[in-house]
């Protein structure tokens, strides 16, 4: 038992379940000292926050970018002993080739390649659908793998994704039926992604009623290269109802849409 400097007690989960079995913690106090609980550190290395999910609606995903092969796999394995489901994302092809050696018995371990993502779950997790709906779009087919990040985290966190590829406005007809498709399935939000100049976020979000978040993509050369120009240009969009996330942020994206979409979702039903 820990005094918090706020003066709330917190307790360990097997003390939260005791006193909400013997009614001494309401349903609502476990919930907001659950909410509170579960920082849990490996070996000194990385401190992990398996408690995320429930206390803010994202799971904490593991970045694999810039860590070796090993500590990705050991802090998997502890991230899923306390877990139904680890997210890793940025993975190399040794860290990849490394979690599905190390993947134990009675887990799984599911490789998208052009997310460079991986998700390991025990085989008894299913993730429960929310009722969210999300649309993505991209721009070309080089923002495919940014777009691919936003949808693996929309997916795990039960929302149905409606994706179309390859929508640029170098042939802006082409983007017209995936936008009245989303509308017609009335989706809650909207992830754009795109490169070069980052036109088509501005362009979805002046024929849609729905937020839009853009995503702009490092995919451009020359003046504004590494995507600092899309960038410039999505955040001087003047079409209203527009956010903007981080150059290849695919993860940040879907996080953001997801806790729209399943916000909305929550008082629809």
Known sequence: MVLEPSGLTMYTLKEILEKTAKNELTVEEAEKLLRLLAIAEVEGMAKIDSNREHRKGIPEIILAENKTAKDVVEITLRMLSENGRVIVSRCRPDQVQALQNAVPTGATCHVNEKAKMVVVKKKNHSVKNTGGKIGILTAGTSDISVAEEAKVV??????????????????????????????LKDVDVIVVV????????????????????????????????????????????????????????GVAAGAVATLIANRAAKFRD
């Open 154 to 183: 929309a997916e795990e966190m039960g929302c149905q994704v409606y994706a179309s590829y390859d929508l640029g406005v170098a042939g802006i007809h082409r983007v017209l039926q995936p936008i009245k498709d989303l509308i």
């Open 194 to 249: 795109a490169g070069r100049e980052g036109a088509l976020p501005s362009v979805v979000a002046g024929m849609v009623n729905v937020p839009v978040i853009a995503v702009p993509t490092s995919n451009s050369y020359g003046f504004g290269e590494k995507g600092v120009s899309t960038l410039m240009a999505m955040l001087q969009s003047c079409s209203l109802g527009l956010a903007v996330v981080n150059i290849d942020a």
